[in-house]
């Protein structure tokens, strides 16, 4: 079985697509947030089955630490951009 990539290239390139602001873009904080939100998803899927997974649960705190940080940075920016983002993500704020 090849080794399969934490997001797969198919499902990163729909991520992009559906967030970029300008055609060239893939590293805005909409992106980035999207793809950290992405990985989180399936991070939590893999937890409600292996529930002793500590190192994978330590990676997912920091990415949503990571995600947070985006989200304060882009809400500081453009609070406008911010809540769109929040709202097509479904993210509780």
């Not at 980035?32 to 529930?51: D, F, G, M, N, V």
């Not at 882009?74 to 704020?93: F, P, W």
């Amino acid at each position: 079985m090849p080794y399969q990539t934490s997001i797969e290239k198919e499902k990163k390139f729909q991520v992009i697509e559906k967030f970029k602001r300008v055609p060239t873009d893939t590293g805005s904080p909409e992106v980035q947030t999207a793809l950290i939100t992405s990985r989180i998803k399936e991070l939590t899927e893999h937890l409600r089955t292996h529930k002793k997974d500590f190192s994978s649960q330590r990676g997912l705190l920091k990415l949503v630490g990571k995600r947070r940080d985006l989200l304060n940075y882009l809400k500081n920016k453009n609070s406008d951009r911010y809540l769109k983002l929040i709202s097509d993500l479904e993210l509780r704020k």
